[in-house]
């Protein structure tokens, strides 16, 4: 039987008195937002008679309702904010969800409900003592505490990397374990490890725990590590020497394993990587959170864990108010659930374009995100928009940013151009520094705009005031069930960035058309859970999938051409698990699904393919699975032939080219990387200056002082003129970002992972000692200097490790230990005391723990 408070609560949203003052106070608030009038229009008696519906909301357990509730809050709280009536119904709310951050004052509150807010504050707090759990927060981390397993999903807002810390947290005061978080980027790992180092350094320094960020191999087993890596890295974790026991594995935005599309191949790493630790380490206990979906729990499946250790939470700490703003029509409708109306108000007879109402509403707020799909469409429409900005008295930080990026960067760099204006753009190949200089102006108030790509709004903890998203192809729904579930938490983790918890009590999204697509369906804005299907999955549900899966395992030169990279991929990793587990075929998560789905013929073809690689060794062929297979073996039996012959030489310009010359024949780049031999000398110049530790600029410099020498055409991307350089503006940001994708897209990811392979073959024939240098590493932090690495894995940039290590002064403030030579950390206090206090080093350092 249904709790009377529930039931009451059913009937409430169902009133139509009700719907009528919600939709009232709503067309008030969104007046306010638009056209920036407080016209509060409720009458006393409406207004009391709302209160009363929003404390028997409250009163509710129903997460829909208490939601309901809270949204009312921050609808009234700009009109009367001031008022009695709102002190006691609001912090009534607040307490009732757990919202202790807010800060609210418990003793406006009838005695028995500010008892039972401070009983449930002390509950809530942490194992620190500083921070406090929300409802919702303490409802997954109770459960969670006592799992063998355990997989949770929640709104962005629910405040999923602050669970993980805590959890981790826990671990470090009881000095037990060493522990693995999984995170999708370069740029999470940096944001993870600054807030831990915060938050936790204190625990950390006492309990002899080190924060890194890669594997050395060096890892000394008597202390304890929380290693915080990408999938490809854990990957290396097992490829590496390391000896130490892992306690724990949380791998955060658990959604990136049901990609599909071009981000398939990277879902089916990162299960390859958990698959890996898992049977390394079969009493390691495995956690899983990921944004707003139906069934958490198909994390664990896949894994063959216990799916009861689950939760789906729909509650968030923070409202959410959102627009299909429709600038050629010039309408406005407003979404609330599954509710639509719209919004009659004076702007759109102002406005003309989309940049025109993304600047109205964005000037009245500090916090102003704008998605774009790509890089190329940040960078122009952020200098776009600029250009419409009049020149204002620039804030300090502001000042001292375009300084550091300049000198960085290049004096000519859009960004630089774009910070004169308040306005900033970010995406995935801008180098770490300057990613952590925009989003610290963004997160202080000192940038009005951010244009930025998933990059920085999935995953990294950047939230918002307004966010506006235009209709892209990657968010706009289609005729394809699954792909829609996908496109929907895209949407709704996009979405989710509005509203800043602690700040504010609400967000607003704004979702506006583009040139030439609108937003021709409503569906996406009225489900924000969806159903999640894995990766695996839906290549396994899906007959096209499973037929060129087949034609993948009957492989055939004539085929190669053919075969999608994501399918040989999975292929691969079947043919192995059939030579890993030859007894039992159910001892594998993947070979197992074949069985359950009566898939025996792939398994049979799968066993005849793994042959050409059956005396591989594992670690080689582990290494890199979604290598072809012939190519493996071509490559293996060539070194293993005349071993010493292939170990590489020490890292110069001209073995550099003979090296890549090799790998271009070996690897068959020019048909699995489209790298054609006349590009080898590009890339060889741009890899020894990358090793060489030169500096990003001098890189930059170069790179244009070529184009300018050789009056070179400038490559705008595939199909696209590449017109001869002229020295424009445009033409020396071309060059840049160029520059900057083929260091993050090429060398420390595609050639590292070859030349990884590489010297693991190596190894497989003559052993550790003799194998020689593994370049991958050079790759991976841009230096060959091992003290330069060992500082970026302690958490410096490449940048600020090449200035200690090239100045004896700074060097001696390096701790190094006596018995291991190895470095064990910074004199930080010492080496703040020779840095100039305005340089990006010395913000670098000051942040580390």
């Known amino acids: 039987m249904e709790r009377l408070g529930d039931n009451l609560a059913r009937s409430v949203l169902q009133n139509d008195y009700f719907k009528k003052l919600f939709i009232k106070i709503h067309n008030c608030y969104s007046l306010s937002i638009f056209d920036g009038t407080l016209k509060y229009e409720l009458t006393d008696k409406e207004e009391n008679d709302l209160v009363k519906f929003i404390d028997l909301l409250a009163n509710s357990i129903l997460p829909f309702a208490r939601s309901k509730a809270y949204h009312l809050i921050s609808l009234l709280e700009p009109f009367i904010k001031d008022k009695n009536i709102f002190k006691v119904i609001s912090v009534s709310v607040y307490s009732k969800m757990g919202l202790f951050a807010l800060n609210y004052d418990s003793d406006v509150l009838p005695e028995e409900r500010r008892l039972e807010s401070n009983f449930k504050k002390h509950i809530y707090t942490t194992d620190c003592g500083k921070y406090h759990f929300t409802d919702s927060q303490y409802s997954i981390y109770s459960e969670m505490e006592n799992a063998p397993c355990y997989s949770f999903s929640g709104p962005t807002s629910l405040g999923k990397s602050f669970l993980i810390k805590r959890f981790v947290e826990s671990e470090i005061i009881k000095a037990q374990s060493n522990l693995v978080i999984v995170v999708p980027s370069r740029a999470l790992i940096s944001q993870f490890r600054v807030e831990l180092n915060n938050e936790c350094g204190e625990q950390l320094k006492n309990n002899n725990y080190h924060v890194v960020a890669n594997v050395s191999g060096n890892e000394d087993p008597d202390k304890k590590y929380i290693f915080i890596l990408t999938p490809e890295r854990l990957l290396n974790f097992h490829n590496s020497k390391v000896n130490l026991e892992i306690g724990f594995l949380f791998v955060d935005e658990a959604h990136k394993l049901s990609e599909d599309g071009e981000d398939a191949e990277r879902s089916i790493t990162e299960y390859n990587a958990i698959d890996l630790t898992i049977k390394k380490y079969p009493n390691i206990k495995l956690y899983f959170s990921s944004p707003n979906i139906l069934n958490p729990e198909v994390f664990l499946s896949l894994f063959n864990k216990n799916i009861k250790y689950s939760k789906s939470i729909v509650e968030s700490p923070v409202a959410q108010n959102l627009y299909v703003v429709d600038v050629e029509s010039r309408a406005i409708k407003c979404f609330v659930d599954k509710d639509i109306f719209s919004i009659e108000t004076s702007i759109m007879n102002e406005i003309q374009t989309v940049d025109d109402f993304i ?244 398994l049979d073809l799968a066993k005849k393919r793994s042959e050409i690689i059956k005396d591989i060794s594992f670690d080689v062929i582990n290494s890199y699975k979604s290598l072809n297979f012939e190519i493996q073996r071509k490559i293996y039996n060539k070194i293993r032939e005349a071993p010493l012959e292939y170990v590489l030489p020490e890292f110069s310009y001209d073995n550099c080219l003979i090296v890549l010359t090799r790998f271009n024949e070996l690897y068959e780049w020019d048909k699995t990387e489209k790298i054609k031999l006349n590009q080898i000398k590009f890339f060889g110049f741009l890899m020894n200056d990358w090793i060489s530790g030169k500096p990003i600029n001098e890189m930059i410099t170069k790179a244009i002082k070529y184009h300018e020498d050789n009056q070179s055409p400038v490559y705008f991307g595939h199909g696209k003129e590449s017109p001869i350089f002229n020295g424009s503006k445009e033409h020396i940001n071309r060059i840049i970002d160029n520059l900057l994708d083929n260091i993050e897209r090429k060398l420390r990811y595609t050639f590292e992972r070859y030349f990884n392979h590489y010297h693991k073959v190596l190894v497989s024939c003559l052993g550790e000692e003799k194998a020689g240098q593994n370049w991958a590493g050079f790759l991976e932090y841009g230096s060959k200097h091992s003290l330069v690495i060992a500082m970026q894995n302690l958490g410096v940039s490449r940048h600020t490790a090449q200035k200690i290590f090239k100045d004896k002064t700074l060097k001696s403030c390096l701790i190094i230990e006596n018995k291991t030579k190895q470095l064990t950390g910074f004199n930080r206090e010492k080496l703040l005391a020779k840095l100039d206090v305005n340089s990006i080093e010395y913000d670098e350092i000051s942040m580390i723990a």
């Not at 995100?369 to 122009?380: L, V």
């Not at 990026?405 to 900033?424: D, N, P, R």
């Not at 509203?499 to 924000?528: H, M, Q, T």
């Not at 499973?546 to 292929?571: D, G, H, P």
């Open 359 to 602: 600047f109205t509403i964005g000037q009245k707020q500090h916090s102003n995100m704008i998605y774009c799909s790509s890089r190329d469409k940040s960078i122009n429409n952020a200098y776009t928009f600029s250009k419409r900005i009049p020149k204002n008295k620039l804030t300090e930080p502001l000042i001292d940013a375009i300084s550091k990026i300049s000198s960085y960067i290049h004096q000519s760099y859009y960004l630089v151009e774009c910070l004169k204006k308040g306005v900033a753009y970010h995406h995935g190949q801008l180098p770490l520094i300057v990613r952590n200089i925009i989003e610290e102006l963004f997160r202080n108030g000192n940038i009005d705009f951010i244009f930025c790509t998933p990059t920085l709004i999935e995953g990294i903890n950047m939230p918002t005031k307004n966010i506006f998203i235009n209709c892209e192809d990657k968010i706009r729904l289609t005729k394809d069930k699954k792909r829609n579930a996908n496109k929907t938490l895209t949407f709704w983790n996009l979405a989710g960035r509005a509203g800043r918890y602690r700040k504010e009590l609400s967000g607003n999204i704004f979702c506006l058309p583009s040139a030439s697509k609108k937003w021709d369906s409503s569906e996406i804005f009225k489900v924000k859970q969806i159903k999640l299907t894995t990766t695996i999955d839906i290549k396994l549900d899906s007959n096209t999938s499973l037929r060129k899966l087949e034609e993948a395992l009957k492989y055939s030169e004539a085929s190669e051409e053919a075969l999608n990279k994501t399918i040989e991929y999975l292929a691969n990793i079947i043919c192995i698990d059939t030579l890993r587990f030859p007894n039992n075929f159910n001892d594998s998560f993947m070979l197992k699904k074949f069985i359950s789905k009566h898939l025996l013929v792939i």
